[in-house]
């Protein structure tokens, strides 16, 4: 899932309507959602 969520940030970085800090905040979210996530699947 971390690799995953890697290419998407390097995806995001190409898009010219997205500022580095939307990105970073995007991808911080979504390491959020995937720790949250494999949390939530170990109980």
Do not use: G, H
Not at 13 to 39: G, H, N
């Amino acid at each position: 899932m971390w690799d995953e969520i890697a290419a998407w940030q390097e995806t995001l970085k190409e898009r010219p309507d997205l500022s580095a800090k939307t990105i970073v905040l995007y991808t911080q979210d979504a390491r959020r959602f995937a720790t949250w996530l494999q949390r939530f699947c170990q109980n």
